[in-house]
């Protein structure tokens, strides 16, 4: 018997399928700019460090591999996504 899909399997499948390079630029980037209290960086910050890595704007956009959120707060960070007209930016914070 096929068993039903709930929405918390459906979360994990998909927070599986982000690659190692975007989590380490996440990582890089939070400590780099960590200042005792929070941590802030755009998010083309994170492209420009992902597309060394060989992997595409394109295609970290399409597969929305930026939705990093449920993982850093699973792992005790808050997480703030900001849409500015300067561009946007994440901001990490200790829960």
């Given at each position: ?12 499948i998909d927070l599986?399928?982000?690659p ?12 780099k ?24 704007e ?5 597969n929305?591999?930026l939705?990093?959120?449920?993982l ?7 997480v703030?996504?900001?849409r ?12």
């Amino acid at each position: 018997m096929v068993k039903v899909l709930n929405s918390r399997e459906l979360r994990s499948i998909d927070l599986k399928s982000i690659p190692d390079a975007v989590i380490l630029a996440f990582n890089t980037l939070i400590v780099k700019n960590w200042s005792g209290k929070a941590s802030e960086f755009k998010q083309s910050d994170v492209i420009a460090y992902v597309a060394s890595e060989g992997l595409t704007e394109e295609e970290v956009i399409k597969n929305h591999w930026l939705d990093v959120e449920p993982l850093y707060r699973e792992n005790g960070f808050d997480v703030k996504y900001v849409r500015c007209p300067e561009g946007n930016k994440f901001v990490f914070w200790k829960a």
